[in-house]
């Protein structure tokens, strides 16, 4: 008798270990499938941004994965820029404070725009940044420093062709930013954009480019939807 209750209670021990190993594995199975999406999305952002297979380890290597919730910062005007973040999901804007202390956007981010975020003038510079850099939605970055960026420009003639087709293709835009803020309507300056940077509209949300533009959000609906009618 005394045995069978021995082995009985073995047998609790046994299976209590055993659910305490299932409770412990079913916790953390969904972190660990949760840091592989994360990866994967870091992964796909990187190779749709043009990056090579060896540029892409190099900076899972050496970056950082920054999660961004909206409203949250990935640079304040004022601080050395020093780093850049490539943008895998999400979107932010860089803006300055007018003399009210109002925001005002001048450039966006996102994986299909523009999708490193930064202010380059000054990031090459090695000045201060003139930009805050806040996320307009949830934004999932990997971040690195200029030390990584040059590292790689040094070693990598691949990475550099890409780093300096990237700066072509962000002056082009910026020109095109320019013109279109030279035009001698609000109406005139949608147009503009429409035509030479058509993903804007697919991108952002329209509050976010009335903010671009200075207008209110409902005279740039109004606007948008005149020039389709006519």
């Not at 050395?80 to 973040?85: N, P, S, T």
């Not at 954009?193 to 109004?222: P, Y």
Request: aromatic share 10%.
């Amino acid at each position: 008798m005394s045995q069978w209750l021995s082995g009985d209670k073995s047998s609790i021990v046994f299976e209590e270990k055993m659910l305490l190993l299932v409770q412990f594995s079913m916790l953390h199975r969904p972190k660990m499938k949760q840091k592989q999406n994360i990866n994967r999305i870091i992964e796909d952002g990187l190779m749709a941004l043009g990056l090579d297979v060896q540029a892409i380890g190099y900076f899972q290597k050496e970056g950082r994965i920054l999660h961004l919730k909206r409203g949250e910062h990935f640079m304040f005007a004022g601080e050395r820029a020093r780093r850049v973040g490539f943008v895998c999901q999400g979107a932010l804007t860089g803006y300055y404070l007018d003399s009210k202390g109002n925001k005002r956007s001048s450039v966006f981010f996102t994986p299909r725009l523009r999708g490193v975020a930064s202010d380059f003038p000054n990031f090459l510079s090695g000045e201060v940044s003139e930009l805050n850099i806040e996320a307009i939605r949830d934004s999932l970055l990997l971040t690195c420093d200029s030390r990584c960026i040059q590292t790689l420009r040094e070693t990598s003639s691949s990475f550099e062709r890409w780093y300096t087709l990237y700066l072509e293709d962000l002056y082009i835009r910026s020109v095109h930013m320019i013109r279109a803020l030279q035009r001698p309507s609000t109406k005139a300056c949608i147009h503009y954009l429409e035509q030479k940077s058509s993903d804007l509209f697919s991108e952002i949300q329209t509050t976010h480019l009335a903010n671009l533009l200075g207008v209110h959000r409902n005279t740039f609906i109004r606007l948008l939807r005149e020039l389709h009618t006519t």
